[in-house]
């Protein structure tokens, strides 16, 4: 049993040891090299801008619901269409004229003529112009003053949901670009148009609506639709643009590597800048479009692992 105990810990020693072996052997290093540019200053546009998502929804939403309870007699207006403030949209019965009606019927043209004479159906009015986004009653259904006949909308609009880090950056009036996720290469033009004064917590943070009018209402605008919105906070137009990563900051001090002609040897200018975004940034001082600019950058390449055999991989050194 001492024999066999022995064995087992000279073992686990064994394998204890062909582990370390084998970290050191395969372990990867990294070895950092730099690249060299050389850029000039350019003139172009750019602008900072304040990304989230939103909802198409109408900007005041109207539900049309009848005085009385009767009969949908006539429906004079379909989805989609615009209507008129005052414009009759449906004509109805009252309960007791289309018990009337009805037995007038029976009874033939003549009396159906004088009952239809002096017990006039009673209009559906739009108070609003706008136009119409829901109709749900079709001719000869009965309804109560409790449904919904139609709902009216004056005008659609996208409402986005900004979070409080972000909703200091908005403010009404600033542009903003609307794309659909159902029509992502349609870019509509928008402006802001209300910002809430009370917040929600959705999801344990707290969340502002903005309401994003677009300038244009496009045909296929339908309630409900999902949206990107791009806000832009601030622009430039004819700015002297410089790639980020020629930008160099030590104690306080903004500065790029610079050479006014090739062969010349390489200074420290210090800048002032502007706006920037992801790629470029705006220079408000300091530079010409003639300077040359030394973009340095970093790229990190891995070291070959070591070709050496060991005893858990027989194969990856020589074949015997």
């Not at 198409?56 to 008129?84: H, T, Y």
């Not at 403030?85 to 007791?96: D, N, V």
């Not at 290469?185 to 004064?197: S, T």
Request: no cysteine; glycine share 6%.
């Amino acid at each position: 049993m001492f024999k066999t105990r022995s064995i087992a810990i000279i073992s686990i020693v064994a394998l204890s040891l062909a582990m370390v072996f084998l970290f050191f052997r395969v372990r990867t290093n990294t070895n950092s090299q730099f690249t060299t540019e050389e850029v000039r200053p350019v003139v172009g546009d750019i602008k900072l801008t304040v990304i989230t998502t939103g909802v198409v929804e109408p900007q005041n939403r109207l539900e049309i619901k009848p005085s009385i309870n009767g009969r949908a007699e006539e429906i004079l207006i379909k989805e989609g269409d615009k209507v008129k403030k005052g414009q009759i949209l449906a004509r109805m019965s009252s309960t007791e004229r289309a018990a009337l009606v009805d037995a007038a019927r029976s009874q033939g043209d003549e009396a159906l003529d004088y009952w239809e004479e002096v017990y006039k159906q009673t209009p559906i009015i739009s108070p609003i112009a706008g136009e119409v986004i829901v109709r749900s009653i079709e001719p000869g259904q009965t309804v109560t003053t409790n449904d919904t006949l139609l709902v009216l909308s004056d005008r659609l609009i996208v409402n986005a949901q900004f979070d409080e880090t972000d909703i200091g950056r908005v403010r009404v009036g600033q542009e903003a670009v609307i794309a659909l996720d159902a029509y992502p290469n349609v870019k509509i033009k928008g402006i802001v148009d209300h910002i809430a004064y009370e917040s929600q917590l959705i999801n344990n943070v707290t969340i502002y609506d903005v309401e994003i009018v677009p300038r244009r209402v496009p045909p296929f605008f339908r309630s409900g639709m999902s949206a990107n919105v791009e806000v832009v906070e601030k622009k430039r137009e004819g700015a002297m643009l410089i790639p980020v990563e020629a930008i160099n900051r030590d104690q306080g001090i903004t500065y790029v590597n610079v050479r006014k002609k090739p062969g010349d040897t390489v200074e420290k200018r210090i800048v002032n800048i502007g706006i920037s975004d992801e790629k470029s940034v705006e220079i408000a001082s300091g530079l010409t479009t003639e300077d040359i600019l030394i973009v340095q950058d970093k790229i990190f390449s891995l070291k070959k692992k070591p070709t050496g055999t060991n005893p858990f991989f027989p194969f990856r050194g020589k074949k015997k």
